[in-house]
């Protein structure tokens, strides 16, 4: 039997849904841990991102300069780094602030309408990038899994075949430059 791949995930500026999909592989997903230790992930309690990764699922757009630093450190660490789903790949619902950029976003959320105290919160909010960017805007990525969200199959399938190094069946899209 082979030795197990490192396998983690995250997810930056996004839904969680595409958690949700791996999650909805259902008893797929032991038969994938037959293959995987989950080293990092929203569904297991690892507080440090940490070395030699084999594969690291990366959900959501970069949003913020702590979003950069983290990627940038998985990105190190991990032989090959996967953007999951749309807001990985395109930025999709997160980068539509990308148009009035940031500074419009938080004055139209937090200061219009009838609030009783109309302000940006000054406490416990990170600070935001001008836009939300796919994340091979910041570093090279070696697969591309789109949907919002990818399908449960279209993650087992994709994971089965980065188990088993099958990549030739997998479509590695050349259009998106780092």
């Known amino acids: 039997m082979m030795e ?4 983690a995930t ?5 839904c969680s849904g595409c958690h949700m999909s791996l999650l909805d592989t259902d008893e ?5 841990t037959a293959f995987l ?3 990092y992930s929203p569904l297991v309690d690892v507080k440090e991102f940490p070395d030699k990764v084999d594969i690291t699922c990366v959900e959501g757009a970069i949003s913020s300069p702590e979003d950069e630093r983290m990627l940038v450190r998985v990105r ?5 780094l996967v953007a999951l789903g749309d807001c990985a790949v395109t930025g999709n619902i997160p980068a539509m602030r990308n148009i009035e950029g940031a500074p419009a976003m938080l004055r139209s959320i937090y200061t219009s309408g009838n609030g009783l105290q ?5 406490l ?3 600070a935001l990038n001008d836009k939300a960017l796919p994340l091979h805007r910041f570093v090279p990525v070696d697969l591309f899994i789109p949907g919002c969200p990818p399908g449960a199959d279209t993650l087992f399938t994709a994971l089965t ?3 088993h190094g099958n990549t030739g069946h997998i479509a590695l899209p050349t259009c998106f430059g780092a």
């Open 4 to 7: 197990k791949l490192r396998l």
């Open 28 to 32: 797929r997903l032991l038969e994938l």
């Open 161 to 163: 075949a980065l188990i």
């Open 37 to 39: 230790d989950i080293v």
């Open 76 to 80: 190190n660490s991990s032989r090959l």
């Open 10 to 14: 995250l997810w930056f500026d996004g």
């Open 124 to 126: 416990d909010l990170p």
């Open 118 to 122: 109309p302000q940006i919160p000054a």
